[in-house]
């Protein structure tokens, strides 16, 4: 008799034009998930031009005792369509969201584990909050000034939001609705359907090699335009509470 396991861990990560980056992170994320659990580890390249697919392929030949998915996107389609192209792909029943660049630090996956075991809530969501960010002075202003209003208007309880590393049940990222973008506003998202958000302080790396895809004038905008529509979402979600259920089944 075959008795099929799957893992408690899917290790995602997003990545475009990352491949001086990605073997040294996948070696991370084994070296620390190997001793605590049973865990898979998602790759998705999002339309690259660089070798990203392929680096990341060889590396997962050369350790086979490691779960790897590889996933190309033909066209770049975005960081939220390729956490959800992860996100599909897995098997694990947590979902654990890295950046590619390796600034999220793989040694901080376990405290984030340790906070999801205590939880009582289906839904919910461990965010990191990058406690010494390693950025410039300018991108931690824009990102202080972002998350003050994001804080004020949908009052997620994160005062990080961008921090890449979070946990969230594989069950529960499926349940939440799809638009362009939504990476930005998992916790709101999740507290739409009563989940629960905690928040544990990680480690915040510079960046090994290359240059960040994001600037002020590609977010801003755009960013808050979503965020008016995941107000909109918030205040239009009902959640039922069920109170009994008669079910019979037929006989023949």
């Known amino acids: 008799m075959c008795v099929v396991t799957y893992p408690l861990v899917s290790a995602v990560i997003p990545a475009k034009d990352e491949s001086m980056n990605l073997p040294m992170l996948l070696s991370e994320i084994q070296s620390v998930l190997s001793d605590h659990c049973q865990f898979e580890i998602i790759v998705v390249d999002d339309g690259s031009t660089d070798h990203t697919y392929a680096v990341c392929d060889e590396w997962g030949q050369n350790h086979p005792d490691v779960a790897l998915t590889v996933v ?6 975005g960081q939220s369509t390729a956490l959800l192209t992860a996100v599909h792909q897995a098997k694990g029943e947590w979902i654990v969201t890295l950046d590619g660049d390796g600034q999220n630090d793989p040694a901080d996956i376990p405290a984030l584990m340790d906070a999801a075991a205590k939880q009582d809530n289906p839904h919910f969501c461990i965010a990191g909050y990058r406690k010494n960010r390693q950025d410039t002075e300018w991108k931690r202003f824009q990102s202080r ?4 209003i994001r804080q004020a208007v949908l009052k997620d309880g994160v005062k990080d939001t961008g921090c890449g590393l979070k946990l969230i049940p594989r069950r529960t990222y499926l349940a939440l609705p799809y638009f362009d973008h ?3 506003f998992l916790p709101a998202l999740i507290r739409r359907l009563d989940g629960q958000i905690d928040v544990v302080p990680v480690n915040h790396r510079g960046r090994w090699v290359g240059v960040s895809k994001y600037n002020a004038l590609n977010r801003a905008w755009v960013g808050f335009i979503d965020m008016c529509g995941v ?13 009994n259920i008669s079910q019979r089944a037929t006989h023949e």
């Not at 000034?145 to 003050?148: S, T």
């Not at 107000?231 to 109170?243: A, F, H, M, V």
């Open 145 to 148: 000034f972002a998350n003050a």
């Open 231 to 243: 107000l909109w979402l918030s205040r239009r979600c009902k959640n039922p509470q069920i109170e």
């Open 182 to 184: 939504m990476h930005r």
């Open 72 to 77: 190309r996107h033909q066209h770049a389609v």
